[in-house]
């Protein structure tokens, strides 16, 4: 069974001109993108079996991938309605 992309893009595609502009112009989104890419990085590699560790270790990895998602979302959103 093929692993789910869940980078930006396909997790919110109706907001690639957001993602672009945001990343190109906004210091604070860039940085939560850039540590965003590299949680889904990590989370990819440990479940294609690349890199081990603890489940434990894995959720936690999981839940601030969420919790920048959420954070991301909303500069998106907000980024939608100025434009």
């Known amino acids: 069974m ?4 869940h980078d930006l893009h396909h997790e919110f595609p109706e907001f ?10 906004d210091n ?12 889904d990085h990590e989370v990819h590699r440990i ?3 690349v ?3 603890t489940d434990e270790y894995l959720e ?5 991938r969420l919790n920048l ?3 991301l979302y909303l500069m998106l ?7």
């Open 77 to 83: 959103k907000k980024a939608a309605t100025v434009a």
């Open 2 to 5: 093929p692993l789910e992309k």
């Open 28 to 39: 604070y989104f860039a940085k939560l993108f850039k540590n965003y890419h590299e949680l």
């Open 51 to 53: 890199e081990n560790t």
């Open 16 to 25: 690639n001109n957001e993602i672009h502009h945001l990343k190109m112009n």
């Open 60 to 64: 936690g990895v999981k839940l601030k």
């Open 47 to 49: 479940e294609q079996g």
């Open 69 to 71: 998602k959420d954070q």
